[in-house]
């Protein structure tokens, strides 16, 4: 069986979850079928994977008549194909053109919804309209929908009715635990200024406003002022939310804050995971959050937001610390001051008890283990693929 993989991202191109899971999935498929990836961007070296770019004559428009000029060729090249499997918006229309030109199934993986991210209209403008549309029609006529968690299954009946339960299974992200595992080196803290000897929090994700770190950067100024701060963040999504953090960091008035702008190598990420006392996520909108399952793989407690599929991979508790949230249409919550006061409370809840945290993130590390591993994803996909062949 020969499989379509359709994506905007892929390693090294890669700037967030969807990428993880394109990179983890293939590697694992590559076991049970002929897989061949479609993405965005520069030729890769790797075998079996083949990059397009943005079509001379769209050069300088809108990015997301970019993206479909992108996706036609995508689709074009999927001749041969016996399944195609998008991720993203930017990849569904290129596996909706492809099924309706090759007659073959579609499959779409749904890492998040445009529906439940009207914020994107402050980055793409009128493109927004566009990505929405893109996604809305691959989603409705797609033969299978895979949702990446119980909660992402919610939303997707919820965002598109018109969907048939019985067309979307819930398939979790992975993770590859050999891979992601405690460090006990600490030279990149030491490169980066951080006292290894000195309790840290640590983030990691983009500037949007989907991943949560301005209400983090208000949480700060109640955080236990003997922690130092650790921000892995870069890639903002607009000009006015990146000015936005940058304000908001420069007025923390505290000591020990580390802002890591550029995107690290995996190694340098895992062993910032390792170190810190308290991982946190606050996300106002997760599908799963990968993230996560990276902090509890390297044994690292976990403080995030009890919205979308978080509930689902940090047990409450157990693994770490959820934080209640309610939320407007927008994601936002309905009241931020509340919501940044309880994120401080449980990261401090964790910074005055190590022992707690310790044992938090000995229990994450055994729950990925044994709930989260890539081969576990790839063969229940390729169980999906082989019903709509029968």
Same mark, same amino acid.
């Given at each position: ?235 903002? !999504?607009?000009?006015?939310? @990146? *000015?936005?953090?940058? /304000?908001? #960091?420069?007025? $923390?008035?505290? %000591? ?78 309905? !009241?931020?001051?509340?919501? @940044? *006061?309880?994120?401080? /409370?449980? #990261?401090?809840? $964790?910074?005055? %008890? ?37």
């Amino acid at each position: 069986m020969r499989v379509d993989l359709l994506s905007r991202e892929y390693p090294p191109e890669v700037y967030g979850g969807a990428g993880v899971h394109m990179e983890y999935l293939a590697r694992e498929l590559r076991k049970l079928a002929d897989v061949r990836v479609r993405c965005f961007g520069a030729e890769r070296a790797e075998p079996g994977v083949s990059a397009y770019r943005v079509p001379d004559g769209l050069a300088g428009v809108n990015a997301a008549l970019q993206v479909l000029g992108v996706d036609l060729e995508m689709a074009a090249a999927c001749e041969g194909a016996d399944v195609v499997h998008s991720h993203t918006w930017y990849a569904n229309f290129a596996g909706h053109v492809a099924k309706l030109l090759h007659g073959v199934p579609h499959v779409v993986t749904t890492h998040s919804l445009e529906p439940l991210r009207p914020w994107k209209a402050e980055q793409l403008g009128g493109g927004y309209a566009i990505s929405s549309w893109a996604e809305r029609t691959a989603l409705l006529d797609a033969d299978a929908v895979i949702a990446v968690s119980e909660g992402m299954r919610r939303d997707v009946l919820t965002a598109y009715p018109e969907i048939a339960p019985e067309r979307v299974s819930v398939i979790h992200n992975g993770i590859d635990t050999a891979e992601y595992a405690p460090d006990p080196a600490t030279h990149v803290l030491e490169k980066h200024g951080i006292d290894p000897r000195r309790p840290y929090v640590v983030f990691v994700g983009r500037i949007t406003r989907q991943k949560g770190l301005v209400h983090l950067l208000h949480a700060a100024r109640s955080i236990d002022p003997g922690a130092q701060l650790v921000l892995c963040a870069g890639a903002p !999504d607009t000009p006015e939310i @990146a *000015a936005e953090v940058t /304000e908001l #960091v420069r007025g $923390l008035g505290r %000591d020990g804050v580390f802002w890591i702008r550029e995107m690290l190598p995996k190694p340098e990420v895992i062993q910032l995971l390792t170190h810190a006392a308290v991982f946190v996520c606050p996300s106002v909108y997760e599908p799963m959050g990968i993230v996560n399952l990276e902090a509890m793989a390297c044994e690292t407690a976990v403080v995030a937001t009890a919205t979308g599929g978080i509930p689902e991979v940090v047990a409450d508790g157990e693994t770490g610390l959820l934080v209640p949230i309610d939320q407007g249409p927008d994601g936002t919550p309905d !009241d931020p001051g509340r919501f @940044a *006061a309880d994120l401080a /409370e449980r #990261v401090n809840a $964790l910074l005055g %008890d190590p022992a707690r945290a310790l044992a938090m993130g000995r229990a994450g590390r055994a729950r990925v283990v044994e709930h989260f591993s890539w081969e576990r994803v790839a063969r229940r996909t390729a169980d999906l693929y082989a019903t709509l062949r029968s």
